[in-house]
Nanobody, 127 residues
Framework: QVVLVESGGGLVQAGGSLSLSCVASGDSFSTYAMGWFRQAPGKEREFVAAISRSGATTTYADSVKGRFTVSRGNGKNTVRLPMNSLKPEDTAVYYC????????????????????WGQGTQVTVSS
């Protein structure tokens, strides 16, 4: 089992940057593929980015490609999401998620695949 805690959210003007972090506690962080999702008010949770167990494979939603970068540090049980050129439509609660994976380079964009979720961190981008 793993417990996930996100941090780094806040209020920023359009065009600004924020960097989210997710720290995992529990066993064998390196056996988990990780993902970031977000949920805006009145909308369904949507995929943002995912990273494989090794960190070598990543994927992004088209809406954030080129602006967000996902990375992980297995030695520190951390996954990060630096976000640049933020837009008002990026406003949402951002969630970190984990799924145990037997494949080193598997990545998952479906929220239903994930087993563990953090409590979320609010990102608000003003226009």
């Amino acid at each position: 089992q793993v417990v996930l805690v996100e941090s780094g959210g806040g209020l920023v003007q359009a065009g600004g940057s924020l960097s989210l972090s997710c720290v995992a506690s529990g066993d064998s962080f390196s056996t988990y593929a990780m993902g970031w999702f977000r949920q805006a008010p009145g909308k369904e949770r949507e995929f943002v980015a995912a990273i494989s167990r090794s960190g070598a494979t990543t994927t992004y939603a088209d809406s954030v490609k080129g602006r967000f970068t996902v990375s992980r540090g297995n030695g520190k049980n951390t996954v990060r999401l630096p976000m640049n050129s933020l837009k008002p439509e990026d406003t949402a609660v951002y969630y970190c998620a984990a799924v145990r994976s037997s494949h080193h380079e598997a990545i998952y964009s479906s929220s239903g695949r994930y087993e563990y979720w953090g409590q979320g961190t609010q990102v608000t981008v003003s226009s």
